[in-house]
C-alpha cells in the first residue's frame, strides 16, 4: 500500500516538474507525424541520390579526361 502511495506522490511531482518546465518530450509527440509520410519522403530522396550518384561520377570523369585531353594537344 505505501509502495502505490510513494509512486503516485512520485508521478505527482514529476507532472508538476513537466508542467513548471514545459511538456518537453509531450510535445514531440503529439506533433510527430505518424502517418508515414515523412518516412516516405525521405525514402525518396534517398533512392534518387543513390540512383544519382553513379551518374554524376561518371560525368566528372569524362570532364577530366576531356580537359586531360584539351592540355595534351599543342598549343
Do not use: N
Not at 11 to 40: I, L, N, P, T
Request: aromatic letters at 10%; a positive charge; charged letters at 20%.
Amino acid at each position: 500500500m505505501q509502495i502505490r502511495i510513494m509512486l503516485a506522490e512520485r508521478a505527482k511531482r514529476h507532472a508538476q516538474r513537466v508542467d513548471q518546465k514545459g511538456s518537453g518530450v509531450m510535445e514531440f509527440a503529439v506533433c510527430y507525424d505518424h502517418s508515414g509520410f515523412a518516412w516516405s519522403i525521405f525514402l525518396d530522396v534517398t533512392a534518387f541520390f543513390a540512383l544519382m550518384t553513379p551518374l554524376a561520377i561518371t560525368r566528372l570523369i569524362e570532364i577530366s579526361r576531356q580537359d586531360a585531353v584539351a592540355q595534351l594537344q599543342p598549343a
